[in-house]
């Protein structure tokens, strides 16, 4: 869903515009990022579910720690701290919260494989509503993230250009940049080139 | 987490096993350089900074 959380970081840049996009899109993934040491050294891992083939939305990922709902938002808090700290508060929870808002929409797509508590402690039942089961409904949902976050981006670009008297052309470029590269990842995605 | 991004292969980092895999995640993170890199030219408003008065 990686194109879906550039999308909504996108839609919050709009809104958030003294936030830097590029820390906005760090947010929205940083989860994954978390993940990805933690993967590789087999503590968090993937197994095909049962069916798929492989490639777009065939994954239960045993993510137990970084996409956990209190790691998560443990992970959300210590990103969220430390960028208020040269950014302000106001950036800070933003941005916190951008991080946070990829584990609610892991909710929505992820098969039931997220915990409530780090490691699973407890044993809880684990969270998951399941969009993957339909793949073109999940690409369907991120596209309905990249479009309307890079219209939105770019309405905002084109504001504050005009704002400041400067020509409108960077944002035009910089929203194409956005809309042209969250479909580009979409459509590597879902068309199976990764796997 | 995108299961096409780390797909499932045994042993080595499975990242790391696929050139198009791992073209998909330098790549992702070249466009989020890009963008950011550009986004910071456009007029945006500066974070307030802890302290400031602005």
Redesign the interface.
Known sequence: ??AGHFGFAAMV?ARE???????L??ASVW??IV??PL??TGIE????APGAH??????I?H?NYT?SLVGAALLAAAFGWVC????????GVVLGLVVFSHWVL?LIVHRPDLPLLPGNAGGFATLGLGLWRWPVAAAAVELALVIPGAWLYWRA?RS??H??H?PAR??A??GA??LS?GL??LA??VT???? | VDAAAFHVLPGLPPAWKSDEQMAFIVGTLFFVVVVGVIDTRLPWPRPRRPGSQQ
Do not use: C, E, N
């Open positions: 869903v990686i840049k515009r003294q936030v830097p996009l590029w820390a899109m760090l989860l994954d993940f990805v993967f590789l891992t993937i197994a095909l492989g490639g777009y939305a065939s994954g990922i993510a996409h208020a700290v040269p950014w302000g508060r106001r950036s892991d670009a504050v250009s704002t400041a400067r960077l944002a470029l910089t940049l956005v590269g580009a990842v590597l995605d199976g080139v990764l796997g």
